[in-house]
């Protein structure tokens, strides 16, 4: 059971989500406006939020933007439910550190199964070893600690994933698609863009200088790998 908090101004819709997650055994809460939904979660952090993206008082993304900058709530899972077509919703809302997304209408048989994966994802360790040290990089797998050269970086849990799945293996080189059912599972509807984003966010906050990637290399037509921690020639 885990505790959900529904954001979502549409009655029809925010019901059918109560009902179902109540039925597959959620404490679930419903509001209509994002600043009440803010409010309720910095008093009693949730699990996992479903974020619409279109509410009256305010931008889903800048309910998740608030949510990723309150040190309480940053670790907060967030599926946020797009309308058709609002690809630069969806990236952006990745961008920021949102876990999933599911785009309306959506079955709400489907969307239970995803919020089963997103926390299974979230309380699951990570990959063989805990720990994992390449010269300026500290990762912890147990806290989801990052630290790169002296000062910590916060990622979101699919980042870390993502990081430390490609740094357990260093070298190795992984598709998208590979990448994709390994840290994002194979039920995805999501594309192989969607790996490049995070890969993105991650070089701005891990690399020196993310154009010219020390961590995380691009394997041109191939997919990304971890570099080191040998150096490379
Ligand atoms: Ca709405």
Redesign the pocket.
């Known amino acids: 059971m885990a505790r959900i908090l529904v954001i ?3 009655a029809d ?1 925010r019901q059918v989500l109560e009902y179902n997650l109540r039925q597959a055994g959620h404490d679930v809460t419903g509001v209509e406006r994002g600043n009440a939904g803010l409010a309720l979660a910095r008093e009693r952090p949730p699990d996992l939020v479903l974020l ?5 008082d305010m931008a889903g993304l800048d309910v998740c933007r608030a949510m990723k900058a309150d040190a309480r709530l940053r670790h907060v899972a967030v599926i946020m ?1 797009t309308a058709k077509g609002s690809e630069i919703d969806r990236i952006v809302g990745l961008e920021l550190g949102a876990d999933d997304y599911v785009v309306k209408p959506f079955s709400p048989r489907e969307l239970v199964a995803r919020i089963k994966a997103v926390l299974r994802r979230q309380s699951r360790p990570t990959g063989p070893g805990e720990v994992i040290d390449v010269r300026e990089l500290h990762l912890d797998a147990r806290t989801q600690d990052v630290i790169v050269r002296g000062a910590a970086v916060a990622l979101s849990t699919l980042e870390f994933r993502l990081l430390f799945f490609l740094a357990a293996q260093p070298r190795r080189v992984f598709s998208r698609e590979r990448l994709l059912d390994e840290i994002w599972g194979s039920d995805r509807c999501i594309t192989p863009r969607t790996v490049d984003v995070h890969i993105r966010r991650l070089r701005e906050k891990i690399e020196a200088q993310p154009e010219d990637p020390s961590y995380i290399g691009t394997v041109r037509g191939a997919g990304y790998r971890f570099l080191g921690p040998a150096v490379e020639g």
Request: aromatic share 0%.
């Open positions: 979502e101004d549409e819709i619409d993206l279109m509410l009256p439910l």
